[in-house]
Nanobody, 125 residues
Framework: QMQLVESGGGLVQAGGSLRLSCTAS????????MGWYRQAPGQERELVAI???????NYGDSVKGRFTISRDYAKTTVYLQMNNLKPEDTAVYYC???????????????????WGQGTLVTVSS
């Protein structure tokens, strides 16, 4: 069973930094992409950053230039380095993984999405 284990959330003052990590419990070959989303109170979940199996990245506009996503050599752990944090960054941050599985002899595939339990980041002013 796929599991995503997150760590690194906490309380930090504005201008500070935090580093989040997320480790997947499945093989790297099945992971299409991993990333981070966040959800603030009363708001929809939004993209923070995604990194594909090929190394391509995509960032939400509000974090460009401040956050950096990366993966280890095994491609099963994703990190989010958050610098120059702002109070508006306060949210629950969720790790996400997209898994591709072959389901028949013709090579048809299905995509499944998994979520971590979330880690709270609170930025004080």
């Amino acid at each position: 069973q796929m599991q995503l284990v997150e760590s690194g959330g906490g309380l930090v003052q504005a201008g500070g930094s935090l580093r989040l990590s997320c480790t997947a419990s499945t093989s790297a070959s099945s992971i299409k992409a991993m990333g981070w989303y966040r959800q603030a109170p009363g708001q929809e979940r939004e993209l923070v950053a995604i990194i594909s199996s090929g190394g391509g990245t995509n960032y939400g506009d509000s974090v460009k230039g401040r956050f950096t996503i990366s993966r280890d050599y095994a491609k099963t752990t994703v990190y989010l380095q958050m610098n120059n944090l702002k109070p508006e960054d306060t949210a629950v941050y969720y790790c996400n993984a997209e898994i591709v599985k072959v389901v028949n002899v013709e090579g048809a595939t299905v995509r499944k999405y998994y979520w971590g339990q979330g880690t709270l980041v609170t930025v004080s002013s």
